[in-house]
């Protein structure tokens, strides 16, 4: 059972452009929507987690700056600029109701994004 | 701060042979661990997890015990098979930090006949 929708799937971005990526969760039992980076290297980061609507944070890390928002319940945006090297970004969910178990990721099927 | 160590970027086995991947990790806060597998083009998946010290955990043939005494989560599995070559992930919970796992640098693992 998929429970999370990540599209682009691929996206060719020109250097210096914007690109936007959206995430949509489709069970609403594993609110708690984050943001992972995989690098060139298959490094695993951490990014974001946006638990209600409206939230929004930004950042940089080395190589793309980040802005994310939770639009909705079921609704999860990025928006990655300034990227100098290519990435996967991963949408995940989790259902938050402890740190322990409740904090089992799952993963969306991820956008890979390639500069060009 | 929180960190977590595989020893290991590749290991490459033979079919049929025991596979041990280490996993060792710091934490200040109370210990969730999980061991994540990446398949080629596809997204991490859950393998296993555990929090409860000295309790085998078992999961599609692999198992992971954890040690708090050793700070270590090693999976292990008796016999290698072609379709386990992939990518495994350990990972630790950040303490009261939902949806937030940090993430070990990761262990390509290659089964070959």
């Known amino acids: 059972v998929t429970l999370l929708e990540q599209n682009p799937r691929w996206r060719l971005v020109p250097r210096g452009q914007a690109v936007n990526l959206r995430c949509i969760l489709k069970n609403s039992q594993y609110p708690w929507m984050s943001w992972y980076q995989q690098d060139l290297q298959k490094q695993l980061q951490w990014l974001f987690t946006?638990?209600?609507?409206?939230?929004?944070?930004v950042k940089s890390l080395p190589g793309a700056d980040y802005l994310a928002t939770r639009v909705t319940d079921t609704e999860l945006r990025l928006q990655v600029a300034n990227m100098s090297q290519g990435r996967t970004l991963y949408c995940t969910c989790?259902?938050?109701?402890?740190?322990?178990?409740?904090?089992?990721?799952?993963f969306g099927e991820g956008s890979r994004l390639i500069v060009v | 701060g929180d960190s977590v160590t595989q020893t290991e970027g590749l290991v490459t086995l033979t079919e049929g042979l025991p596979v041990m991947l280490n996993c060792t990790y710091q934490?200040?806060?109370?210990?969730?661990l999980f061991w994540y597998v990446q398949h080629l083009n596809e997204a991490p998946k859950l393998l296993l997890k555990?929090?409860?010290?000295?309790k085998r955990t078992e999961h599609q043939g692999f198992h992971a015990t954890l040690h708090k005494s050793s700070s270590s989560f090693h999976l292990q599995k008796s016999s290698a098979q072609l379709s386990d070559s992939a990518l495994y992930y350990c990972a630790l919970s950040e303490g009261s930090a939902l949806g937030r796992l940090h993430f070990g640098a990761g262990t390509q693992l290659i089964v070959i006949p």
């Open positions: 989790s259902a938050g109701t402890g740190v322990d178990s409740g904090n089992t990721l799952y």
């Open positions: 946006l638990r209600s609507p409206g939230d929004k944070e």
């Open positions: 555990s929090s409860t010290d000295n």
């Open positions: 934490t200040a806060y109370s210990t969730f």
